[in-house]
């Protein structure tokens, strides 16, 4: 699973105080989005979360974002992973924002093999980056819509404003969840908010079954070997360049070449053969979701098509 190495920056000092960060494992969105509703940064601990993130940006801003068609967008940072603000195919303007991560993601910790979480409180936050990757909110939660780690690994919050309020106030559309499963070759980009920086690799496969710890997950998506991805990237979008749309969700890679532990997943086949891929990097597929979210970008699990893993 890719969260996070520990990496330490700078001291940086607030109303006389001075403060030591881990940032690469804890850096929290900036920017108080008052247009959009959100809530803004009110606290000590958000005023010094946003300081950080100013620091986290100015690190970012060393390397310069990959050229290409697929760019920051939409895309978000979260205080230990990635994410992007999503819609639906059918979503409207005036429809609750969505945000899509990983299942062990979220602020809880991770879910037990065979855990649903469905339509619990949150107040999570979120760095909503432009098309540089420059920070220019905090957008809000009010809801965990959905979260698991079970077949698969993602999570969806529900944010307090619309789709239509960020694009009025910063000009950022959400990106699409593709209702279609990707195909093998397929050009893919992995956009981290957390690092800001972007992986551009192929489709390789699939693994029938993907075991890392007490979990497996079906069906995942493998990458070729230049998506190198890192702890971090975690819940980062997977964009098929050529349509724009959000075909997965990245979330770990074997590390360290062992076989089914925590950082090093294996792919199992139909037959029950083991595979270990060391320095390869998966994602989990999400066409499956479209089909579980309604009017107003409700979660409708008992939606006809809808074959996400349920409480």
């Not at 960060?21 to 803004?40: E, H, K, L, R, Y």
């Not at 957008?139 to 960020?166: E, F, K, Q, W």
């Not at 969840?177 to 920086?197: E, F, H, M, N, Q």
């Not at 991805?229 to 819940?235: H, R």
Request: proline share 5%; with cysteine.
């Amino acid at each position: 699973m890719r969260k996070p190495l520990v990496v330490a920056l700078c001291a940086l000092a607030f109303a006389g105080a001075g403060v030591t960060p881990a940032v690469a494992s804890a850096p929290s969105p900036t920017g108080a989005d008052t247009a959009t509703g959100a809530a803004p940064a009110t606290s000590l601990t958000d005023a010094v979360n946003d300081t950080v993130g100013a620091a986290v940006d100015a690190l970012s801003g060393l390397t310069a974002p990959n050229a290409g068609a697929v760019d920051f967008a939409g895309t978000v940072s979260l205080s230990n992973c990635s994410g992007s603000v999503v819609r639906m195919p059918d979503s409207a303007a005036d429809d609750p924002a969505l945000v899509l991560t990983n299942g062990h993601c979220l602020e809880s910790g991770f879910p037990a093999p065979g855990q649903v979480l469905v339509d619990r409180a949150s107040s999570r936050s979120f760095g909503l980056l432009n098309s540089s990757g420059s920070r220019v909110a905090t957008l809000r939660a009010d809801r965990l819509l959905y979260g698991t780690m079970t077949d698969t690994d993602a999570a969806v919050y529900r944010l307090g404003t619309t789709y239509a309020r960020i694009k009025s106030a910063y000009g950022i559309d959400p990106l699409t969840l593709s209702d279609t499963r990707p195909a093998a070759g397929t050009a893919i980009s992995v956009v981290s908010g957390y690092w800001k920086r972007i992986y551009n690799c192929s489709v390789d496969g699939f693994a029938y079954r993907m075991k890392e710890g007490d979990w497996t997950w079906k069906d995942s998506v493998r990458y070729t070997s230049a998506c190198n991805t890192i702890g971090g990237t975690s819940g980062s979008p997977v964009v098929d360049s050529a349509t724009g749309q959000v075909v997965a969700v990245n979330n770990t890679g074997n590390e360290d070449g062992e076989r089914c532990t925590v950082n090093n997943p294996c792919e199992v086949d139909e037959n029950g053969q083991v595979t270990v891929r060391q320095g390869i990097n998966y994602a989990q597929q999400t066409y499956l979701f479209p089909a579980c979210f309604g009017v107003d970008n409700r979660l409708e699990l008992s939606a006809s098509g809808c074959a996400v893993p349920k409480p």
